[in-house]
């Protein structure tokens, strides 16, 4: 909580309230809120019960006509990481397996965590009372310049983040994202 309030000031951003807690444990709070963000709980939840569990229990929470962000990790995130760092691979079918079933349990690479697609993503959120306003990919074809475009100057900085927003909800591109990002407006 002590992050939060000094990267508020910081920022000087003004939080009038907000909770921090375990996504499937929400029970205790009552009050309704104006934005909630998921942003890690649906990645780190592997049972399809839970990563719904803590959605509706998010949603619970949000004001009608709120908004709601939630972030999830791509199928191909792993293969990207590992392409990226160059990692070495004792068989192809470690880092394929993804792509099937999307789990990573503990003890298998860094956490344990539920990697998804964007047609999951979708079916998952269309069995809740949201109405989609963006749903993205973080990164795009252009994370792999990411370190280079942050070091150009303002001027050209700005007009690459410009072409990365206009690529980030392109349906083409959603699996060169490591991230997807989901914003809805609860009805």
């Known amino acids: 909580m002590k992050l939060q309030k000094a990267k508020s000031r910081e920022l000087n951003i003004e939080l009038e309230e907000y909770i921090q807690g375990n996504a ?6 009552e009050e309704k809120y104006d934005v909630i963000l998921l942003m890690g709980p649906l990645y780190h939840l592997i049972k399809e019960d839970d990563r719904r569990m ?3 229990n998010a949603l619970d929470l949000l004001k009608s006509g709120g908004i709601i962000f939630v972030a999830f990790i791509s199928k191909y995130a792993p293969i ?3 392409l990226a760092h160059l990692y070495d691979i004792n068989d192809p079918q470690s880092l394929l397996k993804y792509l099937k079933d999307g ?3 503990e ?3 860094f956490t344990s965590a539920y990697f998804t697609s964007p047609e999951e993503v979708n079916n998952l959120m269309s069995d809740f009372d949201i109405h989609e306003l963006a749903f993205v990919g973080v990164e795009n074809i252009l994370g792999c310049k990411e370190k280079e475009i942050c070091s150009l100057d303002e001027e050209q900085y700005h007009k690459w983040l410009e072409i990365g927003y206009q690529l980030s909800a392109d349906k083409n591109l959603m699996g060169t ?3 997807f990002l989901y914003i809805g407006k609860k009805k």
Do not use: I
């Open 54 to 56: 803590a959605l509706k």
């Open 177 to 179: 994202s490591q991230h």
């Open 103 to 105: 789990e990573n349990k």
């Open 24 to 29: 499937l444990e929400l029970s205790e709070y």
């Open 80 to 82: 990207q990481d590992s």
């Open 107 to 109: 003890g298998e690479g």
